[in-house]
């Protein structure tokens, strides 16, 4: 039995050391609604996005989403094509020329597992913002949603469907 309690008892007085340090290192990681010190909103790929505007979604009624044309992507990519940056451009330009503000919606097809679309419709929406602060747009204008696959713009199960579906699309804000 003394064994046993020496070896508790070296086990407790060691968690006890790393308790407080484990505490310090959890509280220099949190920060408020998950900013990065001195950010404005949160961070995805390092151009921090806007705070979210209350009641403003890319489906409610106060956004305009048939100014732009869409934007296309290939099959599990978020790499723009180099023959979609003129509707980048546009975008970028009528930015710069108003006050207005943009939700860009990412979308997927409906192969892979809806985490993984999701994920991959938020790093297309976040690709044409960085394109769009690239060209001079103002990164506290535009924001960014995904809806991976769920709101396909052709309800086809074939490739021509799909690439359809492989889409970046502008809100513009009213």
Known sequence: MNSKFRFVSAVVRRFSLLL???F???AGCTNKKGQTAGATGDYVTGTPLPERQEG????????DRNQFQPIYFDF????IRA???GKIQQVASFLQQSNSQIIIAGFTDERGTAEYNRG???RRAESVREALIAMG???QTIQTVSFGMDMPADAGH????WAKNRRAEIGVIK
């Open 20 to 22: 407080p340090l484990l």
């Open 24 to 26: 310090l290192l959890l």
């Open 56 to 63: 403003t979604s890319f489906l409610s009624s106060n956004v």
């Open 76 to 79: 599990d990519s978020q790499t």
């Open 83 to 85: 023959f979609e940056n």
């Open 120 to 122: 991959l419709g938020e």
């Open 137 to 139: 747009a103002n990164a």
């Open 158 to 161: 074939d490739e021509g469907a």
